[in-house]
């Protein structure tokens, strides 16, 4: 029923900037929150980044700072923009949608991932 695909992952140095885009079909976009998560080998899934209907938005401890959340409603898209990047970055990107339940993010539905390498 829905269907998210991410792009713009890749090979960066460090220091370096990417932005990650999540296009969104077969859903009310608009009334949905959306998150990032990424995943490296062996680590556990983090929450990078939300963004809820109304546009707020919540960070990671680890990125804040330096990654930005924010979506278009008009062209059903999400993005994540990503500057100063470290190699501790290096990870698989996943979008997802979801809602807030008592203000924790809960996710419904998950995109394929995208590779994002931080690396000399």
């Known amino acids: 029923q829905v269907q998210l695909v991410e792009s713009g992952g890749g090979l960066v140095q460090p220091g370096g900037s990417l932005r990650l885009s999540c296009v969104a079909s077969?859903?009310?976009?608009?009334?949905?929150?959306m998150g990032w998560y990424r995943q490296a080998p062996g680590k556990e899934r983090e929450l990078v980044a939300t963004i809820s209907s109304v546009s707020s938005t919540k960070y990671a401890d680890s990125v804040k700072g330096r990654f930005t959340i924010s979506r278009d409603n008009a062209k059903k898209t999400v993005y994540l923009q990503m500057n100063s990047l470290k190699p501790e970055d290096t990870a698989v990107y996943y979008c997802?949608?979801?809602?807030?339940?008592?203000?924790?993010?809960?996710?419904?539905?998950w995109g394929q991932g995208t590779q994002v390498t931080v690396s000399s």
């Open positions: 997802t949608i979801g809602s807030f339940i008592g203000g924790v993010y809960n996710v419904r539905s």
């Open positions: 077969g859903t009310m976009f608009s009334i949905k929150a």
